[in-house]
């Protein structure tokens, strides 16, 4: 692709390019990373973190399967969250966005809430949710819930009033034109709710499981959260953390990758 | 019923817009026409002269400020699938294929209700098939030439086949060629074939005059500042109407009457 914007028959020479500007790009963080391992080394403090032993620890923690585990099972919580949020969210922003009168309702208690962090709502749930599960859900559940809501009122408000009218001059009922003009129209706006909504919900959870970690004592409820808890406040391994927390952004990452490769294929008419 | 049931009825339509600090502006004033059952009815006229609001009203997307209109001596209360319009931005669903836009109607309007599957299929593809749009089923409008978009835009309008046609300017971005090669099609699908008691009603905005003189039945020509209804011109060329029909010395005689008639405003309106 990039190829057909440089000279015939210089493709090699793009190639070269290509890879001295790539190590570059790369030479900045390696010297930074040479430069922790050797001041690192060089103080006398045991605990100092070293991308040497990082690198040790995440391989230990792959090994053993622990670092995987508490992945999948944060992972599965930030599913179901996001899920519960989606199917609440969705159809009242469709609603909002569609109808005045409903905006005008429920938009001051969507705003008043919006503020308020998930974590800050944390107390509430481990008070009635107990520190399981069902709590770390909620929280993803709320977290997710506001960017969605805001993103699909503004994707059902935009839609194109001249699709509007087409619908109606066709006969369609008010909610055959929601199904069919207002959701794919708002649709692109959707999906970058449902991006925001995804990340929010991977750092809520976080957030959430180490607080329930402090609650529950180490004995909680597992996650990648509450197993930086633990090596937090009970064996005190830093390279364990930084492990855990390079975890979370790259998870994010590959999170955020799989959905837009997800919206793309539910949307094949704003394809390039 | 006979050729000269009146099908549409505007008596004494007017229509204004409030504008904030200033005397209402006056779209359309005192319009009255009444338009036969099965009659292909041109309206011709400057820009800004109110074509558009009175195809509007008709369809029910706009109300009149003044006046009543019907149809089969029903007042028109909005919008429904008895009146087809095609839309001068087209309005098509980017989201939907070109099958699936032409089909919409039959398959979420009540258009296509009493049709099996099978019949709205058939009934899809050989829309598709008049205007000349085979081979491009699959593809989306953003896909699509210009043109392509309006014959899309057609032929969703003609399968929902509803008992009024309203067209705004539904041939004005394109090519003389393919504007000609419409034109014949359009006249087709109405019926100029049949008795004129199987044919359906059209209402069909347009400033170019040939186009009025070669489709028409009657032609309303319109002023403008108030958009008034200036006088109605029967047009005697014989039908089918066919490329012989722009060549004959009449064809040439009633262009020039019209454009007589409304030249001076149109000069007016361009310099202004």
């Known amino acids: ?272 | 019923m006979s050729a000269d049931t009146i099908k549409l009825r505007l008596a004494g339509v007017g229509k204004r817009f409030a504008v904030a600090g200033k005397p209402d502006a006056v779209a359309v004033d005192d319009f009255s026409l009444d338009i036969r059952q099965g009659e292909f009815l041109v309206v011709v006229g400057p820009s800004g002269c109110g074509k558009t609001t009175v195809l509007n009203v008709l369809a029910g997307l706009d109300t009149a400020t003044a006046g009543t209109v019907t149809i089969d001596e029903r007042p028109i209360a909005g919008p429904g699938p008895d009146r087809g319009v095609m839309f001068q931005d087209y309005a098509l669903f980017p989201w939907q294929t070109v099958r699936g836009n032409v089909g919409f109607g039959l398959k979420y309007g009540p258009a296509g209700a009493s049709l099996s599957t099978a019949a709205r299929n058939e009934r899809i593809a050989h829309t598709i098939d008049l205007v000349g749009l085979k081979g491009s089923e699959d593809k989306y409008p953003h896909q699509l030439s210009g043109g392509m978009r309006q014959r899309v835009a057609l032929a969703r309008l003609i399968a929902n086949e509803p008992d009024v046609l309203l067209m705004d300017e539904p041939l004005a971005a394109l090519d003389a060629q393919t504007r000609t090669i419409l034109q014949d099609e359009l006249l087709r699908v109405w019926g100029q074939d049949r008795p004129a008691s199987e044919r359906r009603t059209v209402v069909f905005i347009t400033h170019a005059i040939d186009e009025a003189v070669f489709l028409a039945d009657r032609i309303a020509v319109m002023t403008a500042h108030p958009g008034r209804l200036k006088t109605i011109v029967d047009n005697p060329l014989p039908r089918p109407r066919t490329d012989a029909t722009r060549a004959l010395p009449e064809f040439q005689a009633l262009v020039q009457r019209i454009w007589s008639l409304i030249r001076d405003e149109a000069y007016r309106a361009t310099v202004a």
């Open chain 1, 1 to 272: 692709m990039s190829a057909a914007t440089t000279l015939p028959g210089s493709a090699q020479g793009a190639g070269a390019l290509r890879g001295r500007r790539a190590l570059l790009g790369a030479a900045l963080p390696v010297a930074l990373l040479l430069l922790w391992q050797v001041l690192g080394t060089l103080s006398a403090d045991p605990r100092m973190p070293l991308p040497s032993k990082i690198v040790a620890a995440a391989v230990t923690m792959i090994a053993d399967g622990e670092l995987p585990m508490a992945i999948v099972q944060s992972l599965g919580r930030v599913f179901a969250g996001f899920v519960v949020a989606a199917l609440l969210a969705i159809p009242l922003g469709l609603a909002m966005g569609y109808s005045r009168a409903v905006e005008r309702n429920v938009d001051p208690l969507v705003e008043t809430f919006r503020p308020i962090a998930a974590i800050a709502v944390l107390p509430l749930a481990i008070l009635w949710l107990g520190t399981g599960t069902s709590a770390a859900i909620a929280i993803v559940a709320y977290a997710a819930f506001f960017p969605l809501v805001v993103n699909t009122v503004a994707g059902a408000r935009n839609v194109p009033p001249t699709l509007l009218r087409a619908a109606a001059t066709m006969g369609l009922r008010k909610f055959t034109t929601v199904r069919t003009v207002v959701v794919p129209a708002a649709l692109p706006q959707i999906g970058v709710g449902l991006r925001i909504a995804m990340g929010v919900g991977w750092t809520a959870i976080v957030a959430a499981e180490l607080a329930v970690g402090a609650k529950a004592g180490g004995g909680g409820s597992g996650g990648i959260g509450q197993m930086m808890f633990v090596f937090y406040a009970y064996s005190i391994e830093l390279n364990r953390i930084i492990v855990c927390m390079l975890a979370v952004g790259l998870v994010a990452l590959l999170l955020d990758r799989i959905l837009r490769w997800a919206l793309a294929r539910l949307m094949p008419w704003s394809a390039r």
